[in-house]
């Protein structure tokens, strides 16, 4: 039986919407683009929807609207996909990571609210050590919090604003794993003053590449707009930029395929809805196996991965070798951010600096999944992962 890891959900309509594009000559900057973005606003209530070529340029362009600068601190969470943290290098703002909530994998507000009371307790070894290999990382002032509401699950976002307005803190809700879900009966997004999803082929929708940033905020919605475009601003020729700005924007087959996924999402989060339960059904009696934990604010699970955890007994990697050798392809999720090497060589974390990230980044493991699995090809992989556990 042939199992991916992933795959997109794609129609015929999926399809003839970007033939239509290309038998146009207008493939970036049409009707597409705004059709699309239209799509998100409708959904989320948000008012101003802005596309571009990937979540992590949305991600990136949320840092610049927020005035993120070099050396600014922001709280966010090392278990993650890197971009989250990235973003923020990319602008030599520092990353303040605090650890995590064991059931969810989401960042833990209690933990921000302490660390945005005792700052200097959770900055990175480097900008507090003097003598190391890359010492003196100077800090300015801390500027954001930037949640992730991790495999497809909200953070604890009422907790997390009451911090931020607290402490007067902007805050980027990193929902590139969350479209659709929702937290409270409110959509994930929604809750900062920006929100941003991603549309990789592994993700809910997919665009090929792309991503949008929803915010409510009109002239960082302008701003935004700008930078992504080479930095025109309103009223700016071709040629003329107000900005320093980028090319993020996002293309008409894109744009237009993005448009067609967004008419079926509620079919396609039902459809990984109904895969998540087959897995649970199978899996949660497994002894040593443990499967997703969702909140109870958690009112509609937008599911982005389907990420098991073994018993700290068990050998995740050599469990997820026999697996792979019977056909069932799988992936240790997340490798935490903090022990990625470049990390490690700029701003010194050790292991032992996030325990509750560093357990579940050594004991989950997620298995293939899409809103495409067969019932069989979800019994298959649960039968593998039967066995080898078994074996030991
Ligand atoms: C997918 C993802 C992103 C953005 O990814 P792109 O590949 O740039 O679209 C950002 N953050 C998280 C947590 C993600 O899972």
């Not at 402490?167 to 980027?172: C, D, E, K, P």
């Not at 940033?213 to 992504?228: V, Y």
Request: hydrophobic residues 40%; charged residues 20%; negative net charge.
């Amino acid at each position: 039986m042939k199992i991916s890891m992933s795959s997109p959900d794609l129609t015929d309509a999926d399809r003839q919407a970007v033939i239509e594009v290309i038998n146009t000559p207008v493939l970036s900057m049409g009707k597409f683009t705004p059709a699309f973005e239209k799509t998100f606003c409708d959904l989320t209530g948000a008012k101003h929807a802005i596309s571009v070529n990937s979540g992590t340029a949305g991600l990136h362009l949320c840092v610049r609207a927020a005035g993120i600068g070099a050396g600014d601190l922001v709280i966010t969470t090392p278990f993650s996909f890197v971009a989250s943290t990235n973003v923020l290098l990319f602008e030599n703002a520092i990353p303040v990571f605090v650890d995590i909530d064991p059931k969810t994998g989401n960042i833990n507000p209690e933990l921000i609210a302490d660390a945005a009371k005792n700052i200097e307790k959770y900055l990175p070894p480097n900008t507090r050590i003097s003598n190391t290999r890359n010492s003196n990382i100077e800090y300015r002032k801390l500027k954001a919090i930037l949640p992730v509401d991790v495999f497809g699950q909200p953070a604890d976002m009422d907790s997390i604003n009451a911090i931020a307005k607290q402490n007067g803190l902007a805050v980027i809700e990193d929902s590139c794993e969350a479209l659709g879900a929702t937290y409270k009966g409110k959509h994930a997004g929604t809750f900062g003053d920006y929100g941003v999803f991603a549309f990789y082929p592994n993700k809910q929708i997919t665009t090929g590449e792309g991503g949008v940033i929803i915010t409510s905020d009109d002239k960082a919605a302008d701003f935004m707009r700008a930078l992504r475009n080479q930095g025109r601003a309103p009223g700016d020729t071709w040629l003329s930029h107000t900005y320093l700005g980028y090319n993020y924007r996002i293309d008409e087959m894109s744009a237009a395929m993005g448009h067609a996924q967004m008419q079926r999402l509620d079919e396609l989060l039902a459809k990984r809805e109904q895969v998540a339960a087959w897995y649970e059904a199978r899996l949660a009696e497994i002894p040593g196996v443990e499967v997703p934990y969702v909140e109870p604010t958690t009112t509609r699970m937008s599911w982005f991965v389907y990420v098991i955890r073994f018993d700290a007994k068990l050998n995740r990697d050599a469990l997820a070798k026999k697996l792979e050798a019977r056909g069932v392809p799988v992936r240790p999720y997340f490798l935490p951010i903090h022990l990625q090497p470049y990390m490690v060589e700029k701003f010194g974390w050790r292991e032992g600096d996030f325990p509750v990230t560093e357990d579940l980044g050594r004991r989950g493991l997620a298995v293939p999944f899409s809103g495409v699995m067969s019932e069989e090809q979800v019994e298959y992989v649960c039968q593998a992962i039967r066995q080898v556990v078994s074996e030991g």
